[in-house]
């Protein structure tokens, strides 16, 4: 046994009125395996046995909106229609069943679909774009903008009723809603676009503002956003702490309850060259910034980072105490795991326990099935 105190991932923590049973949040994670786009008894089981292994809050893997293009795979599953909307019935009940708490997380993945395994639908992003100079699909009219808006609120609101405790919001990742914060990918020059960060964030504050609308007050709404992006690790969209508190102070203003704090390595600091080596990560900034609650997350429970692991190498489980500290100082206030989570629906359980040695590491195989 390896004796590590973890009681400070076993604390209690509190989202307005939804009770959370402790600090560890289970990342949402494509698994591209609900055929036709509607979750079945497979994915309500996956999900119901993170919940019994301990997980505090469950997110959903990314589910779209209403939007021709809005997947880039075709087992990605909807978060709309009769079909699929019973589906995740089935998921958030059986996740209630074993005592757990979730929510969908609501995508929209932009231009960064390819290949043609559906034919005849056009990407669609703020200027057309994948990357900086790299076109793909069709720029976004001002209707597509209206609807693809409604779209998310639609989707917040079903959300809610099928009995799910919050809803995330993807804004993160070079996905659509990251495609308009990124100077990257948004070159436009109406209302939607600018030179700013600020300016760029209209999009993202109209889809809060719709989803604040269609859900009322009191339902939680998560904002997940990250400074790299799938498309360039090193992209930085806040390059200040001035800079990132207007835009974050902005998103909350207009409806975010948690910040999801995406980073390839969850004990990196942000601003370095302002509070060290040391200092804090982006999800610690976010909280110091807007006093809202924040995830962190990045290769939490793994011993190599986001590229090495998806590149083949295999990652044991190493590496808590670096984690341990920073929730002792409360520099955030939840945990998102990902891959982990994917190879070890006990890994939470084997955390509280002291078990670590019995957490079964991930390995990439391990994607292509809902274990």
């Not at 036709?36 to 809050?57: F, H, M, Q, S, T």
Request: aromatic fraction near 8%.
């Amino acid at each position: 046994m390896t004796d590590i105190d973890t009681s400070s991932l076993f604390r209690p923590f509190s989202i307005g009125s939804l009770e959370l049973k402790n600090r560890i949040v289970m990342a949402p994670m494509t698994r591209n395996q609900a055929p036709d786009g509607i979750p079945n008894e497979k994915n309500a089981e996956y999900y119901r046995r993170r919940a019994e292994g301990e997980v505090g809050l469950i997110l959903s893997e990314g589910t779209v909106i209403d939007r021709p293009s809005s997947r880039n795979l075709p087992n990605v599953p909807f978060f709309h229609g009769e079909a699929a909307l019973a589906g995740w019935k089935a998921v958030i009940d059986a996740v209630h069943a074993a005592g757990g708490a979730m929510g969908p997380q609501l995508w929209h993945t932009g231009s960064t679909r390819s290949g043609d395994w559906d034919p005849g639908v056009d990407v669609e992003s703020p200027s057309g774009l994948i990357g900086p100079d790299n076109p793909r699909g069709k720029v976004m009219s001002d209707a597509d903008i209206a609807d693809t808006i409604a779209a998310f609120a639609s989707a917040a609101k079903s959300a809610k009723e099928l009995g799910f405790d919050l809803a995330e919001l993807h804004g993160a990742h070079g996905y659509l809603i990251d495609q308009f914060f990124w100077e990257g990918t948004n070159k436009r020059d109406d209302n939607w676009g600018g030179s700013t960060l600020m300016d760029r964030s209209r999009f993202a504050l109209e889809v809060v503002k719709a989803c604040r609308a269609a859900v009322g007050s009191d339902y939680p709404l998560v904002l997940r956003i990250s400074q790299w992006k799938q498309q360039d690790y090193v992209a930085k969209l806040a390059k200040t702490p001035a800079e990132m508190e207007s835009w974050l102070t902005a998103l909350a203003d207009a409806g975010v309850d948690v910040f999801h704090c995406s980073q390839r390595r969850f004990w990196e600091p942000e601003f370095p060259d302002v509070d060290g080596e040391e200092g804090l990560n982006f999800a610690g900034w976010a909280k110091k910034l807007t006093g809202k609650t924040t995830i962190s997350v990045g290769s939490v429970g793994l011993s190599t980072d986001f590229l090495s692991s998806f590149g083949g190498e295999d990652a044991s489980s190493t590496g808590l105490d670096k984690l341990i500290k920073r929730m002792e100082r409360d520099e955030f206030d939840l945990i998102a795991v990902g891959r982990a989570l994917i190879s070890d629906a006990g890994w939470a359980s084997k955390v509280h326990t002291n078990h670590i040695e019995g957490i079964v590491s991930f390995e990439r195989p391990h994607l292509a099935t809902l274990a």
